[in-house]
């Protein structure tokens, strides 16, 4: 696949303040979030945010999977590549902090502010080592095809090579994820996007449809490769043949589509639909891991960085082995000052 050398990333999202805390068995049952899992919230659910501020240690991180993405490739890149979001938050306390923090780690933030819901939060529910979202989108649902043809958005698109977009992009409107993935070609960059979680597959299956054409990078974790298969009728579990079966579904791009799977500890495999290839995940201790939130949103994050930097796939999948690795050993999407890793 062809690189696109030091290049300025671009990514959108559904920004979401994370609202983030260690909780029992029982706060699970209470509010029925199934292990591991990410769901948008139900009218029943609502609760579970003041609920979550009033657990011991609960913090607040600038978060929205996107968004976790862009503030690790800003970490991982350094000066090297700017990075630039787009979303709709209000103009609100927790508005405020996701966006101060955000700009204050390097991630340009350009937003859209709407009076007509607060900003989005997601419920992180830390249960043991697991993590499991339940996101209020609430205004990044009001993001508007106003704020993607905006003279400050259009500037950033001809601007970028590096196009990312969640899966969570397709629960507001596919014509913005259209646009901006139309755009990316236009200008002579890649287009990616992450399958997100299994939901996404399941019901905004349609949406999916009409964008997979113009991903030229698809990414996901097994799960949800997974639930791709049985979506596609691909007819079969084994993650390489996944992975190359989705790399051969039609495509729009001048050249092959790579697909990216994590696995959590086991190898990360990439593939184009002719060949595959897998690197191998470092080992991290049982006893170091912290919290998994995130893990998935930074390993993009530092595969960005590296593609940015001109660098192989394979490298690419260790730097983003590395930052999820990292993100790991950590309460929620944080990490120390600098990076030890070398793109």
Not at 3 to 18: E, F, H, K, M
Not at 23 to 45: I, N, R, T
Not at 119 to 146: D, P
């Amino acid at each position: 696949m062809e690189r696109t050398g030091s290049a300025p990333i671009y990514v959108q999202c559904n920004p979401l303040l994370d609202i983030s805390a260690h909780v029992d068995e029982a706060f699970m049952k209470k509010y029925d979030v199934q292990p591991a899992s990410a769901a948008l919230c139900s009218e029943e659910q609502k609760p579970i945010y003041a609920d979550l501020e009033n657990q011991k240690d609960v913090c607040y991180i600038p978060g929205g999977s996107g968004l976790n993405t862009a503030r690790v490739a800003k970490w991982m890149s350094g000066k090297k590549a700017p990075v630039t979001y787009v979303g709709c938050i209000a103009d609100d306390k927790y508005g405020g902090i996701l966006k101060s923090s955000a700009e204050k780690e390097g991630v340009t933030m350009n937003l859209e502010y709407t009076e007509k819901e607060a900003t989005g939060t997601c419920a992180v529910c830390i249960n043991g080592k697991e993590r499991s979202l339940v996101a209020n989108l609430a205004a990044a649902n009001c993001i508007s095809g106003k704020h993607i043809a905006s003279p400050a958005v259009q500037a950033s698109i001809n601007g970028s090579k590096i196009f990312y977009l969640t899966g969570f992009t397709l629960t507001i409107n596919v014509e913005y994820v259209l646009t901006v993935a139309k755009a990316a070609h236009a200008v002579g960059g890649l287009f990616m996007m992450n399958l997100s979680a299994p939901f996404i597959i399941q019901f905004f299956g349609e949406q999916l449809k009409q964008v997979l054409p113009y991903v030229d990078i698809i990414f996901s974790n097994e799960d949800e490769a997974a639930a791709f298969s049985e979506a596609q009728g691909f007819g079969t579990k084994d993650i390489k043949e996944i992975a190359q079966k989705a790399a051969a579904l039609p495509h729009e791009g001048p050249k092959d589509r790579l697909v990216v799977f994590t696995q959590g500890k086991d190898a990360t495999i990439f593939a184009t639909k002719d060949k595959v290839e897998e690197v191998v995940v470092p080992a991290i201790a049982a006893e170091k891991i912290v919290d998994t939130n995130g893990a998935g949103d930074s390993f993009v994050g530092g595969f960005l960085a590296a593609l940015a930097a001109d660098k192989p796939i394979a490298r690419c999948c260790e730097a983003g082995n590395y930052a999820a690795g990292v993100i790991i050993q950590h309460d929620g999407c944080t990490f120390p000052a600098t990076p030890d890793f070398t793109i």
